[in-house]
């Protein structure tokens, strides 16, 4: 255990430093802290941590005393370095000059960056040593940040002729030539390490202006730098000047500050310190080089006036000279600028049609919610409407029912007329033929009932026929007192304003009820002949009847009245019978158009009239049912059929 007073050695980052213990702290009994005088410059240090010291008969003080050391040193060093440094440095300058001799590697390496240490190193070169007093090896050498070259590695190699292995780390001007040193049969040295270490292959560059005459370059001071390349790519301006395979351009976009970095193509960054924005580049058979600084310009500028004349000169020089035109350079620009007019008559195209887009997806918008809106009225009136058709339809106000469903059939008309025919059978629908029409048809009906001509002439109406209409028919004025007039259109005495209303009444019938009304969806209808009545006056009428009560095809009725002078004595209404006695009544006014079901569903009859009362009767037939009633009513039906009938006659007439 070392005592108060016995040497030691003090072990900082695999380095010693001769020390004495000057005195021990204990705490419990245990030593807790050592007092330590370094035996350099005397200084003093509490150590807590005992493997820090190295305690015993080995370490012995080295016999050289810093003042000697520093005494040498100190006249290399600036005073920054002087106050801050070399406290820390001596212990490692004492202890490596002892034995620079005995060196077997060096490392010379970049920390810390901004010391420039290659006085120290020369010095430490330089330094008479003793051979007994060193170590047989330093592995490191820690002052570092050394701005190496070519030179200064012979110099180390030449001084340490024990040095095995050198390593150079971020010594950025080191070149090829110093292989042929590894070779030297003299030296020892084995190995010489580049740790991202730029090795360039000239010492010095020779510009040769074109005076002739040869400048001189040292690799210090311009370094080829890739990014050279990239800066002078990127610049807007740039100004050139060439002599003799020497390109300059005067770079002023790029505004480098004194402490701007610039990788360079080994990956080491370079500090450049250029406090203008004119950033020189040259470029030397077609490698970009800048100048690290502006000293190392200036000294390059020096050497050779007429460059600096150059850079005095930059803007002026910024013009290029204008070259020949070249005819295919014109024809390019030319489709260049008729290419970029189109790009840009393109642009404002698409700009105006996303405008007009946007425009119209707003109107659109605005349309389909006015839209919306009218929808839900309609529906809303829809409902309304055919609430109260039902309820009336249920027989409590026939009047009212009357207005209401030809309110409906003016307001809603086809689909809404398929939808009144549904709920109550039948359907009255005003104007069918507007005025004028219906006043022909009328004059042409009436002129037809006064005169008739080409075997159009009114009969007396028939009753029963049957189910196919074939059976026993006959007259009945009682049952019914119109006369009659069958017309199927190619009649060739037929007027012709009774085929164009056969047509419209077709058109209503077939196409648009038909169209859209359920039951008659489902059934082929065709239409049969037009039946053109006449009740002549004094009370004739038709009693309470259904136009298909047995089968026999019919399926609606539509009646076209044509009175156009009606008044409310006339009588010849048409009643519809409904549920519970209740009776729907319907003037027979001109173009006034009455549709029904033929069947069972509306029995109906026809008020005694006082006066002549014209209509224009068609019956649309179920075809599959009127053909069966055709085909397979057979003669046992037709016997039965006929004594029903005569039993009716009978009946009527008693
Ligand atoms: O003319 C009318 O109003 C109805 C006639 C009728 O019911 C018929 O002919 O079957
Ligand atoms: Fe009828």
Redesign the pocket.
């Known amino acids: 255990m070392a005592a108060v007073g016995s040497t030691a050695m003090r072990v900082l980052d695999d380095m010693f430093f001769p020390c004495t213990i000057e005195s021990i702290s204990y705490a419990d009994g245990v030593a807790v802290a050592w007092t330590i005088r370094y035996m350099d410059d005397g200084t003093i240090e509490c150590i807590t941590d005992l493997d820090e010291l190295v305690l015993g008969k080995d370490a012995a003080p080295p016999c050289v005393s810093l003042p000697l050391v520093f005494d040498q040193v100190a006249p290399f060093l600036t005073p920054w370095e002087h106050a801050t440094v070399i406290r820390n440095l001596s212990k490692d300058l004492r202890a490596l000059a002892m034995q620079a001799h005995r060196w077997l590697t060096l490392v010379v390496g970049p920390e810390p960056p901004d010391i420039r240490l290659d006085r120290y190193l020369h010095w430490l070169l330089h330094l008479p040593t003793d051979a007994g007093l060193v170590k047989t090896s330093v592995t490191t050498l820690k002052a570092t940040g050394l701005h190496v070259t070519d030179r200064d590695v012979g110099y180390i190699i030449r001084q340490c002729p024990r040095l095995l292995h050198l390593g150079l780390a971020y010594c950025p001007l080191v070149s090829y030539q110093i292989f042929p040193l590894l070779q030297f049969p003299a030296l020892q040295l084995g190995s010489l390490d580049l740790y991202m270490t730029r090795v360039v292959h000239w010492e010095m560059l020779l510009l040769k202006a074109a005076t002739g005459d040869i400048v001189e370059v040292y690799p210090s001071g311009l370094v080829p730098f890739r990014v050279a390349a990239d800066i002078l790519a990127a610049a807007t301006h740039a100004s050139h000047a060439t002599m003799t395979g020497i390109e300059v351009c005067f770079v002023d976009t790029i505004q480098l500050d004194a402490t701007a970095y610039v990788d360079d193509d080994w990956g080491a960054k370079h500090a450049f310190s250029w406090s203008r924005a004119i950033l020189p580049v040259v470029r030397i058979s077609g490698e970009t080089f800048v100048f690290r600084s502006e000293d190392d310009m200036t000294r390059w500028l020096t050497e050779k006036p007429q460059w600096a004349a150059l850079l005095a000169t930059p803007r002026a020089l910024r013009q290029r000279p204008e070259k020949a035109k070249d005819p295919l350079d014109e024809q390019a620009k030319l489709v260049f600028a008729s290419l970029q007019e189109w790009k840009e008559s393109l642009e404002s195209q698409v700009n105006a049609l996303t405008v007009a887009f946007m425009q119209a997806q707003e109107e659109h918008r605005a349309a389909k919610d006015a839209y919306d809106t009218v929808e839900r009225q309609r529906v809303a009136v829809e409902q309304q409407a055919n609430r109260a058709v039902l309820a009336l339809s249920m027989g409590r106000d026939s009047a009212i029912e009357l207005v209401i469903t030809t309110f409906i059939g003016a307001l809603l008309w086809h689909r809404d007329m398929g939808r009144a025919l549904q709920l109550q059978h039948f359907v009255v629908w005003d104007g069918l033929l507007g005025h004028t029409m219906a006043m022909q048809l009328y004059d042409a009906v009436v002129r037809l009932h006064q005169v008739p001509g080409d075997g159009l002439a009114f009969e007396r109406?028939a009753l029963a026929g049957g189910k196919t209409g074939r059976n026993l028919r006959y007259e009945m004025s009682s049952v019914?007192g119109?006369d009659v007039l069958w017309l199927d259109g190619t009649e060739s005495s037929c007027p012709p304003v009774i085929v164009a209303t056969m047509r419209q009444i077709d058109r209503l019938v077939l196409e648009r009820l038909g169209a859209v009304q359920a039951e008659l969806q489902r059934t082929s209808l065709t239409r049969q002949r037009a039946?053109v009545?006449c009740?002549p006056g004094q009370g004739a009428s038709?009693i309470k009847?259904c136009?298909n009560p047995n089968g026999n095809g019919r399926k609606i009725?539509a009646?076209l009245?044509l009175n156009p002078h009606w008044t409310d004595t006339d009588g010849g209404e048409?009643m519809i019978h409904r549920r519970e006695s209740a009776l729907v009544t319907i003037e027979?006014v001109l173009d006034r158009l009455?549709l029904f079901f033929s069947d069972a569903r509306v029995p109906?009859?026809?008020a005694p009239t006082a006066v002549k009362?014209f209509?224009l009767?068609v019956w649309y037939m179920d075809w599959d049912e009127y053909m069966a009633a055709q085909l397979f009513t057979d003669e046992c039906t037709h016997t039965a059929e006929r004594a029903k009938i005569e039993s009716e006659i009978r009946k009527f007439e008693s």
């Open positions: 109406g019914r119109d039946m009545t009740y038709y009847h136009d009725t009646i009245y048409l027979p009455v109906h009859q026809v009362r209509a009767t």
